[in-house]
């Protein structure tokens, strides 16, 4: 029993001594190629075996002859482990180059193939590279498709400015308040769009959490979008009315008054005469809700997931005046930037857009209404 517990002692010994050479080359051949790791990882285990019987051999046999034998056995098992551990570690390499090769020809011709039968770890990694470049293909489609509706919508209202302009300056108009008035109009409009532009940029690039927030009154602040919407919508002949309990959020308070006038500017657009916008403020557990309902009439199911992406309009005739489809994508940014979400969905008549945010913490919710 001596011997067994002598032999093993040995054994493990080498095996560690071994195994502990591998571990620290491993991670260093890592760095050059998946075939040389995974080469010098089956190696080391092999050559953990061989020299745990060689060493237990020299240790324990009495006979010399008899240790040479053993030498010699381990010596021609570790030159055949080595030839197939270098072919087998060379087809597992394989499918590593094919995908490198297809990401070559993704960064010289733009298409990218994934390799036939890869590996499943492999083609796990070609499917997300693939599904990666769909939505890059999708961003470059919006982009393109943002690019070309702001070149539209700021091209008319600078092409008016600019022949009224004209007109004025030589004396020609026929209604010069009107012009003036018209003029004026059409800035404002040139400004929205600006603001909204540099409202995504902001939120775009700001990544980290934001800690400028602060509690206000989610109630208040939806009255107050109101009220600066009253002239909008009593223009468009739409009635516009805000209820709801007190509930506080934490937040910037600029830009969450933006997002909600952004809402509610879009509910009026699409509203007609006689009809009625509702914004509705409340809670569900731990968030708080601000809704904005319409009578639109509703928005097709084949866009209600396109409504907050940047630059997209369902067709321009149905915002002839609405700006270059960035309100709701300004809406999107602000809410995501304080952690909270927008959505939308049909209702009997119109649409429903619903922000929910994370209510402050200590916020009662009080039953105090504002209508």
Do not use: K
Not at 114 to 133: I, V
Not at 203 to 211: S, V
Request: with cysteine; charged share 20%.
């Amino acid at each position: 029993m001596r011997d067994v517990l002598v032999s093993a002692a040995i054994a493990a010994g080498y095996s560690l001594l071994v195994g502990g050479i591998g571990a620290l080359t491993v991670p260093l051949l890592r760095r050059r190629s998946i075939g040389s790791a995974l080469a010098m990882a089956v190696l080391t285990s092999q050559l953990a075996v061989v020299v745990a019987v060689a060493g237990t051999a020299a240790g324990m046999f009495v006979v010399g002859y008899d240790v040479a034998v053993v030498a010699v056995a381990c010596a021609v098992a570790t030159l055949i482990g080595l030839a197939v551990t270098g072919m087998l570690a060379r087809q597992v390499a394989g499918g590593a180059e094919e995908l490198r090769s297809a990401v070559r020809d993704l960064a010289r011709h733009g298409s990218f193939t994934a390799p036939p039968d890869p590996a499943p770890e492999l083609a796990a990694l070609s499917a997300e590279l693939a599904h990666a470049l769909d939505e890059l293909d999708a961003v470059r489609r919006a982009r393109r498709e943002l690019v070309a509706g702001l070149s539209h919508d700021l091209r008319s209202p600078l092409a008016g400015i600019r022949a009224m302009a004209e007109a004025l300056e030589d004396g020609v108009a026929p209604d010069p308040a009107r012009y003036h008035e018209t003029i004026r109009r059409d800035a404002d409009r040139l400004t929205a769009m600006v603001d909204d532009l540099v409202e995504l940029a902001l939120h775009d690039r700001a990544l980290a959490p934001r800690t400028d927030l602060v509690p206000v009154s989610l109630t208040t602040l939806a009255a107050d979008a109101v009220s600066a919407a009253e002239a909008v919508a009593a223009e468009a002949g739409v009635r516009v009315h805000a209820s709801g309990p007190a509930v506080t959020v934490a937040c910037d308070p600029d830009a969450l008054r933006r997002a909600a006038g952004n809402l509610l500017q879009n509910a009026i657009r699409h509203t007609p005469g006689g009809g009625t916008v509702a914004v509705t403020v409340g809670s569900d557990g731990p968030d708080a809700l601000l809704s904005v309902t319409d009578g639109c009439g509703g928005i097709p199911a084949e866009h209600l997931s396109r409504v907050f992406d940047t630059g997209w309009r369902a067709s321009r005739a149905r915002t002839p005046d609405g700006g270059a489809g960035l309100g709701l994508a300004v809406v999107r940014a602000v809410t995501r930037a304080h952690g909270g979400s927008v959505g939308v969905r049909n209702v009997p008549g119109g649409c429903r857009f619903e922000i929910r945010l994370p209510r402050a913490q200590g916020e009662t919710g009080s039953e105090a209404r504002v209508s």
